[in-house]
Structures are given as C-alpha cells and as structure tokens.
C-alpha cells in the first residue's frame, strides 16, 4: 500500500497528548505503524555519561501511531485526508481531499 504519510510531511495531531499541535516527521517507522514528530509527544530520559556525551536528563520525542496524526492541508494547516491521482505523465501523485491540492509537487 502506498504511504499516506512520508518523511518531511506536516502533521497535525488529532488525539493524544499534543492533540491540535502542528509538526514535521522525522521518520516513519513502518514496520510498527508509527511516526516521529519533531517536538512532538516529547519524553524525559535518563542517559548515563560517557565518553562521547553528557549524562543527566534529555528529552527527546516518542513515536506516535499513525492513526493519531493527519496530514495537514497544504492551504489551510487543517487536518485532511489523502487520496491519489495520476498526473498526465504517469506518475502517482498525493492530494489533500479536504481542498484538492496536491500534496507532491
């Protein structure tokens, strides 16, 4: 199945914690059917020192299951659906369902 959410995309979180917060994906980890969010749904862990870096308490952000984020509409920020349509020349492109603009341009 295509992905509906890549690397790079705007999100917008529709439940959880940080519900109504807006982020760029990190990664998008598709074997577990989750998605990092740059500062969002972020988590405080302890790391011991060593050579390389300084111990104490970093935080740092936690996977989010793709059910609970959306794209957002490249024309308003609201969260849409994405659907698919080929272009004139063959190739697949995303659209936002909510305004019908296109996702990858």
Same mark, same amino acid.
């Given at each position: 199945?295509?992905?509906? @959410? /890549? &690397?790079?995309?705007? !999100?917008? !979180?529709?439940?959880?914690?940080?519900?109504?917060? $807006?982020?760029?994906? %990190?990664?998008?980890?598709?074997?577990?059917?989750? !998605?990092?969010?740059?500062? @969002?749904?972020?988590?405080?862990?302890?790391? /011991?020192?060593?050579?390389?870096?300084?111990?104490? %308490? @970093?935080?740092?952000?936690? +996977? %989010?299951?793709?059910?609970?984020?959306?794209?957002?509409? +490249?024309?308003?920020? &609201? +969260? $849409?659906? !994405?659907?698919?349509?080929?272009?004139?020349?063959? /190739?697949?492109?995303?659209?936002?369902?909510?305004?019908?603009?296109? @996702?990858?341009?």
């Amino acid at each position: 199945m295509a992905a509906k @959410i /890549r &690397k790079g995309d705007s !999100v917008v !979180v529709i439940a959880g914690r940080d519900k109504g917060r $807006t982020g760029e994906v %990190i990664e998008v980890r598709r074997d577990h059917g989750r !998605v990092l969010v740059r500062g @969002i749904n972020m988590v405080k862990r302890h790391q /011991r020192q060593s050579a390389s870096q300084e111990g104490g %308490i @970093i935080s740092k952000e936690a +996977p %989010i299951h793709l059910s609970n984020v959306a794209l957002a509409d +490249p024309k308003d920020g &609201k +969260p $849409t659906r !994405v659907g698919f349509k080929f272009a004139s020349d063959g /190739r697949k492109l995303r659209f936002a369902k909510r305004s019908g603009a296109e @996702i990858d341009v």
